[in-house]
């Protein structure tokens, strides 16, 4: 027989054990709820004040200290290279045996005008950093002269290379080739022989090629080099792509459109294009659109030239023009483009392989219109998309255009954020990139076995790595 005792001691243990466990389970959850009821709250304070800082003065003035770091100069190491590489292309001759550049501040040579202008950015660079060695300039810079290579951020090569083009790629009689292949021979001979080029590779060197056909001969043996370029149509992936190169624009060629009171109903032209229609290679898109809307009554899709006042026509035509055509042509790319930016006209880009200038700075989709070249192509699709924008949304990016068309604008000297002062920073912005590339090349260069001869490494020239 079962003691009483022992069955109401047993009774009352397990009753006590039910309540801790209750207890126990209670306080739980209640811990839990307010763990994250506290999580959710600061959540809510964090994205409802995103702009609140509770860091004291002290991190904040570093902070500042950093952005102002950050807007330093870049530092550019330019060769004092012969002037037939550079100003002497434009006739300019040097006073004196030890004279390589022009004294700016009292003669600058002229540029040729024309459809040279549009491929003139070296000029423009290499003045600038002629100019940054001003004394006493209060202009704000983007980039500066330095005399010590070793000090500098990247080499800067003052080869004025679509000018040499533009003027010297046809053979005279009386010659083997070209002077501008003949530059091109003594441009690799130079800067292979160079000892920064030796140190990098050629990775940290700034090379000019904005003429898709400039540089035709040299741009396979100087590919570690950053290229400045219109766009990559004409080159392999291998020598020139996103990754350690630029793309820079064209110097429009019609007329900005200053006080621009314009709007959409005064712009009567609805889509406007006019230039050279029958292209090669990625331009056939241009004669299948020229017969898809030759004859719609708002449309303006003609031929057209620089000559006989073609750039007056042209501008007048884009400034009366509400949409502007930049089509793919021998290239992916065109003057065309900054034309429109200039005019404020909204460009309609139809190019499917085209690479913008400052991309990862600016969003084109907030002042451009993008359509596939197999969708324009479609019989009615163009023309019914261009229809169907409304006038607050032209309005919107018609504002937009007046916004962003300094940073496509050419000056000397440079002004904040123009063209010239907008490549600078996107040569900055590849800086680190280019850094550890050089880096990494150096990984087994410094090597030498025991007999104190370099290794076979070593031996690899760097620009193979």
Partial sequence: MVDKNSSAIGYVARNLLLCLFVITTILFALSCYFVLRSTAHNRFLSSTFPSKSFKNDVNVKQENENCRCIKDPLKVYMYNMDPEFHFGLLDWKPQGKDSVWPDIQKYIPPYPGGLNLQHSI????????????????????????????????VIFVPFFSSLSYNRFSKVNPHQKTSRNKDLQGKLVSFLTGQEEWKRSGGRDHVVLAHHPNSMLDARNKLFPAMFILSDFGRYPPAVANVEKDIIAPYKHVIKAYENDTSGFDSREILLYFQGAIYRKDGGFVRQELFYLLQDEKDVHFSFGSVRNGGVNKASQGMHNSKFCLNIAGDTPSSNRLFDAIASHCVPVIISDDIELPFEDVIDYSEFSVFVRTSDALKENFLVNLIRGI????????????????????????????????????????????????????????????????????????????
Avoid: C
Avoid at 123 to 148: C, G, M
Avoid at 412 to 421: E, G
Avoid at 435 to 464: A, C, D, N, Q
């Fill in 390 to 465: 409304s006038k607050e949304e032209w309005t919107r990016m018609w504002n937009k255009l007046k916004e962003v068309e300094k940073f496509y604008e050419f000056h000397f000297p440079s002004q904040a954020d123009d063209a010239v002062q907008m490549i600078w920073q996107a040569i900055a912005r590849k800086v680190p990139g280019v850094k550890m590339r050089v880096h990494k090349s150096r990984r087994y260069s410094g090597f030498v076995s025991e007999t104190g001869k370099e290794s076979k490494w070593s031996l690899i020239p760097r620009s193979f790595w």
């Fill in 122 to 153: 070296e000029y423009w660079l290499t003045l600038d950093l002629l100019a940054s060695e001003y004394p006493n300039s209060q202009r704000e810079i983007a980039a500066k002269r330095v005399r010590n290579s070793s000090e500098a951020d």
